[in-house]
């Protein structure tokens, strides 16, 4: 069973570029058929998918955050990565890692595999 598992760093301050990692375990990023994202939920507000990367490597990203998102992946380490540049407060928000077999679930975070999430807290 695939287990996933978020790092970061809890508190950014503004302007600054966030960077989370999700370590996987029990399965390879590189398997087909699967895409690895980030989604993330703001205090009272619905989740939004930010990003994602395939088993092949191709990479996604919503566009309203694609100018400040890079998404990334480590094989050696079975991890992938996230940085989302120039955050404000308004990023301030859980950060979730998950697998999903389908980008369009991944959007509409239907089913997959979740990992626990990381509190993000943008203030100065």
């Known amino acids: 069973q695939v287990q996933l598992q978020e790092s970061g760093p809890g508190r950014v301050k503004p302007s600054q570029t966030l960077s989370l990692t999700c370590t996987v375990s029990?399965?390879?990023?590189?398997?087909?058929?699967?895409?690895w994202s980030w989604i993330r939920q703001p205090p009272g507000k619905g989740r939004e998918w930010m990003a994602a990367?395939?088993?092949?490597?191709?990479?996604y990203y919503n566009p309203s955050l694609k100018s400040r998102t890079s998404i990334s992946r480590d094989t050696s380490k079975n991890q992938f990565t996230l940085q989302l540049s120039s955050v404000t407060p308004e990023d301030t928000a859980v950060y979730y890692c998950?697998?999903?077999?389908?980008?369009?679930?991944?959007?509409?975070?239907?089913?997959?595999?979740w990992g626990q999430g990381t509190q993000v807290t943008v203030s100065s």
């Open positions: 029990g399965g390879s990023i590189t398997t087909g058929y699967y895409d």
């Open positions: 990367i395939a088993y092949s490597g191709a990479d």
């Open positions: 998950a697998r999903f077999r389908a980008l369009r679930d991944a959007r509409l975070s239907l089913g997959g595999s």
